[in-house]
């Protein structure tokens, strides 16, 4: 039984030496996909547009701030510089639900452009492990700016797989 228990102490480290590691820079990887610039540029003029509506609406709230600041004085009757200031804060409030509403739609259409492409890259990557026979494949890029900062690849002890997940894309 000792030697059993000796044999498999000795045996499980040559195990764990035989799997392979591999690392990639998926930015790198996504950033040359055609999928993805097209995705971006309409992103982009999506975002412009969005901006535009709520610039556009920022100015008509300060055009009728500066109205309701020239007109109203003291001899101004009540019941009109309530009506001014009730006006100016649905005003804001609308340009406060349209910049959330705005945010909420750019996510939305981001999440829908961009999956199909990030879906693209992960069976890639999948393929990449399965034929190399790999037993993790990591992007150091993405493991920095997430909260898993416990986590190093060496690049010297792992494959760069960069060249060969591009071409699985056919890049």
């Given at each position: 039984m000792?030697?059993?228990?000796?044999?498999?102490?000795?045996?499980?480290?040559l195990?764990l030496m035989?799997?392979k590691v591999?690392?990639?820079?998926?930015?790198a990887?996504v950033?040359?996909?055609?999928?993805?610039k097209?995705?971006?540029?309409?992103?982009?003029?999506?975002?412009?547009?969005?901006?535009s509506?709520?610039?556009d609406?920022?100015?008509?709230?300060?055009?009728?701030?500066q109205?309701?600041?020239?007109?109203?004085?003291?001899?101004?009757?009540?019941n009109?510089v309530?009506?001014?200031?009730?006006?100016l804060?649905?005003?804001q409030?609308?340009?406060?639900?349209?910049?959330?509403?705005?945010?909420?739609?750019?996510?939305?259409?981001m999440?829908?452009?961009?999956?199909?492409?990030?879906?693209?890259?992960?069976?890639?990557?999948?393929?990449?492990?399965?034929?190399?026979?790999?037993?993790?494949l990591?992007?150091?890029?993405t493991?920095?700016t997430?909260?898993?900062t416990?986590?190093?690849?060496?690049?010297?002890?792992?494959d760069?797989?960069t060249?060969?997940i591009?071409?699985?894309l056919g890049?």
């Amino acid at each position: 039984m000792k030697k059993i228990i000796l044999a498999m102490l000795l045996i499980a480290p040559l195990s764990l030496m035989a799997q392979k590691v591999g690392h990639y820079d998926l930015q790198a990887v996504v950033q040359d996909l055609p999928a993805y610039k097209t995705a971006q540029s309409e992103l982009e003029a999506l975002g412009k547009t969005y901006e535009s509506n709520l610039e556009d609406m920022q100015k008509e709230y300060n055009t009728k701030l500066q109205k309701y600041q020239a007109e109203i004085n003291e001899q101004t009757p009540k019941n009109m510089v309530e009506r001014a200031q009730k006006d100016l804060q649905e005003m804001q409030q609308k340009i406060e639900q349209a910049a959330q509403d705005n945010q909420r739609a750019f996510q939305e259409e981001m999440q829908k452009k961009l999956a199909p492409v990030f879906q693209k890259v992960n069976e890639a990557i999948a393929s990449v492990a399965k034929e190399g026979g790999y037993l993790y494949l990591l992007d150091p890029g993405t493991m920095q700016t997430s909260q898993a900062t416990n986590f190093y690849v060496n690049p010297a002890m792992s494959d760069d797989v960069t060249a060969k997940i591009k071409s699985k894309l056919g890049l």
